[in-house]
């Protein structure tokens, strides 16, 4: 018996881009799955469950497959005597072959079509127009469709992609339908988390059309849907069991920057953390004494850390670019944030240095750093976040964190990815990318690189949704209350001594 599994009970499920799930429609064909038939079916069965009143339903089914898709689902509805209606502008005759068999059965069993909307008030409408092969911008009559789909007064359900979304990078390609559900189809496609694959998507529903495990691709990248728990502590244990951190930053003006690394680094587990002010009239954290305070050259030359993180207020001077160039050379993992990037994008030669490590590096760039590092602009790095961050693990050969709306994590090799499924627009305020350094420096002190950044981002996006639920919306998160949540969470997830998933309230 062919084991049939959904990516969702996974760990951490495969993300299909849209070659990749070409792919597995090859397979599907050759396993002989009936993929129209089935998408068909299960559309018209979350149809019944978002649309229970039995009132009409409206299809907008376009030049396709994933017309045909809807072409099926409306003759499934109609068998069932529900009242249905499909608009469809496609010539029938170009049509491919199984989305042309579908629009004949629909017809043939009574199926009413048409070209242009009827007026009625409808209890969902279906969008089919484009799916996951659309490549090109919408414009001209077509947007004006999604308009009118976007205009209805009622429900609306995407059947594998809103139209005029991409796949692959979920930004919109000229105009999109604004769903609000999604039903993805035999993989998970990167755009239903990053851009403005949120805002447009809305509540995403599965469906893996039967294919067989045996036959799945293997696909580069992965949805990030929980963090591996940090080991239980010992009873006999001491501080120096659990990883000696250092952060270097903090130059006159930044300070709190590199102090917020530092205590976040703490709050997370770390057992000692020393923290390298270039700003040298602070002998100490009043807030958090725990911190040792160190010269950051003897910081930056000191073998004894288990992890080193340079950059948050760290600036972009003389002695800062000495303090990189001097850590670029350590025997144990870096974590290079901010100035520091900064300071790499500026000198080829730190560059090309830090490439040459052989102890794992982790570079952690907003967009604008990243377009720095890689001599483009934020526009380029936006439109295409998953080929960027790749890119920039390859040159500089290290675990890339490229923040944002489904921040992306990309391995030194440039081929496999992730994509956070956490995180929340009280995240947007000052401090929160030294919160993230200081954690993925505390994890990766006591964890293999890959469970210690990807953990560490989806920590971090778990935190500020928790904040925001505390504070009842999004305004006003600060970094430092985003510490003490980081704190329960990690708690939360070691007290349990399993790998979480969070999925609707449950896990950490």
């Not at 799955?33 to 469950?49: F, T």
């Not at 002998?283 to 010269?295: G, R």
């Not at 925001?468 to 430092?480: K, S």
Request: proline letters at 7%.
């Amino acid at each position: 018996m062919d084991e049939i599994i959904d990516p969702y009970a996974l760990p951490d499920p495969p993300l299909y881009l849209a070659d990749e799930i070409r792919r597995l429609d090859r397979r599907a064909a050759a396993e002989g799955l009936a993929l129209m038939e089935r998408a068909g079916m299960a559309a018209a069965e979350l149809i019944g469950i978002l649309a229970p009143d039995g009132g009409p339903v409206l299809f907008v089914a376009g030049p396709g497959n994933n017309g045909g898709d809807a072409w099926v689902a409306a003759r499934i509805l109609h068998a069932a005597g529900r009242a249905v209606t499909l608009v469809s502008r496609a010539e029938p005759a170009k049509l491919p072959s199984d989305a042309a068999a579908a629009r004949l059965a629909y017809l043939l069993a009574g199926g009413k079509a048409q070209a242009d909307f009827p007026a009625l008030p409808w209890s969902l409408v279906v969008d089919g127009v484009f799916g996951a092969g659309l490549t090109r911008p919408i414009r001209g009559p077509e947007a004006q469709l999604v308009e009118r789909i976007n205009a209805l007064a009622c429900p609306r359900l995407a059947l594998d992609l809103p139209s005029g979304l991409s796949g692959d990078s979920g930004r919109v390609l000229g105009s999109a339908v604004v769903a609000d559900h999604t039903l993805a189809f035999l993989g998970l496609k990167p755009g239903y988390y990053g851009a403005e694959g949120p805002e447009h998507c809305g509540t995403l529903h599965f469906a893996p059309l039967g294919l067989a495990r045996q036959n799945w691709v293997h696909p580069r990248g992965k949805l990030i849907t929980g963090a591996l728990a940090l080991p239980r502590r010992a009873r006999d244990s001491h501080k120096g069991k659990y990883g000696r951190v250092g952060i270097i930053g903090g130059a006159p003006g930044w300070v709190g920057a590199a102090l917020l690394a530092a205590r976040a680094a703490l709050a997370a587990g770390a057992g000692l953390v020393t923290v390298g002010l270039l700003d040298e009239r602070i002998a100490v954290d009043p807030t958090q004494p725990e911190l040792m305070l160190h010269a950051p050259e003897e910081l930056a030359a000191a073998g004894g850390l288990d992890v080193l993180a340079l950059g948050p207020g760290m600036g972009q001077g003389g002695r800062a670019k000495s303090l990189l160039k001097t850590a670029l050379t350590c025997a144990h993992p870096l974590v290079l944030d901010a100035d520091a990037l900064n300071l790499l994008a500026a000198h080829p030669a730190l560059m090309d240095l830090a490439a040459e490590r052989a102890a794992p590096t982790v570079v952690t760039p907003h967009p604008g750093e990243a377009a720095r590092l890689l001599g483009t602009d934020t526009e380029t790095v936006g439109n295409d976040r998953l080929g960027c961050a790749r890119a920039l693990a390859q040159r500089l050969r290290a675990w890339t964190v490229l923040k944002g709306l489904g921040t992306v994590v990309a391995a030194p090799e440039g081929g496999s990815y992730w994509v956070n499924s956490s995180g929340h627009p009280a995240l947007a305020a000052p401090g929160m990318g030294d919160v993230l350094t200081g954690l993925i420096a505390a994890r990766l002190a006591r964890l293999t690189t890959q469970p210690a950044v990807t953990g560490a981002v989806w920590l971090h996006g778990k935190a500020g949704e928790d904040g925001a639920a505390e504070l009842g919306g999004a305004e006003g998160l600060r970094a430092g209350e985003v510490i003490e949540l980081l704190r329960r969470r990690i708690n939360r997830a070691t007290a349990g001594s399993e790998r979480t998933k969070d999925a609707g309230g449950d896990g950490i």
